[in-house]
């Protein structure tokens, strides 16, 4: 382990191509008063600095919360200040349960570049674990949009009793932090009892229409195509 962590290199735990491990001012949870708002390519969305720390700090924020003002407020899961006792080795039985009661609807999220928690690994899990008490599906694995159209959202499986797996393409463990957008999709969807729409592949060029190679026609003619 200690060779694997040697040779691992750069990474934020919770999100694989999250761009914002090389402020050093997040890392040292002060203001990014001089950053840029978005920090590289792969992020789409704003280092959050401390501001979260700050506002969940203000007496203001604890009372409307009904948190005791002498609350310690912890941002990382680093277990520091915290005491967590494990009473279920395995909660998937809980999922069963949860998906037979009338009137329950299950869903469950996963960002697909959370390192942390694997989308593959624990939709495997689930998949593995409804086998074996032989509950099938009642829509396979497929693609979900936030369009109805192209704009992928991620990927979703369900179950009998209104039993969903959904993930949520490029968004690490915290999935509203990361795609705020795609969050307000499948959070609506789900309360609204609605399905999660589904991907529509993009209508083929009729002939004479251009198409992606018709882009550049320079090129092409350079490259004696």
């Not at 694989?16 to 920090?39: G, M, T």
Request: hydrophobic share 35%.
């Amino acid at each position: 382990i200690a060779q694997m962590d040697a040779t691992l290199g750069g990474m934020f735990d919770y999100s694989l191509y999250d761009d914002c491990i090389y402020d050093e001012s997040f890392r040292r949870q002060r203001r990014l008063a001089r950053a840029s708002p978005y920090r590289g390519g792969l992020n789409d969305y704003a280092c959050p600095s401390n501001a979260m720390t700050e506002w969940l700090n203000r007496a203001d924020v604890r009372a409307a919360l009904n948190i005791q003002s002498d609350n310690r407020f912890n941002s990382a899961d680093n277990g520091v200040g915290m005491n967590y006792t494990l009473t279920e080795p395995n909660v998937l039985p809980i999922y069963e349960h949860a998906r037979q009661k009338d009137g329950l609807r299950v869903l469950v999220y996963n960002g697909d570049t959370d390192p942390g928690i694997n989308s593959m690994v624990t939709q495997r899990k689930y998949v593995d674990y409804f086998d074996s008490i032989n509950v099938t599906e009642t829509e396979a694995w497929r693609p979900w949009t936030t369009d109805g159209k192209q704009r992928m959202g991620g990927y979703v499986i369900s179950y009998p009793g209104d039993f969903h797996y959904l993930t949520i393409r490029g968004s690490g463990h915290m999935v509203p932090e990361y795609k705020p957008d795609v969050t307000l999709a499948f959070i609506a969807a789900f309360v609204g009892g609605k399905p999660f729409q589904p991907y529509v592949k993009p209508p083929m060029p009729r002939r004479g229409q251009r198409g992606r190679g018709d882009l550049f026609p320079d090129l092409r003619a350079g490259a004696g195509i």
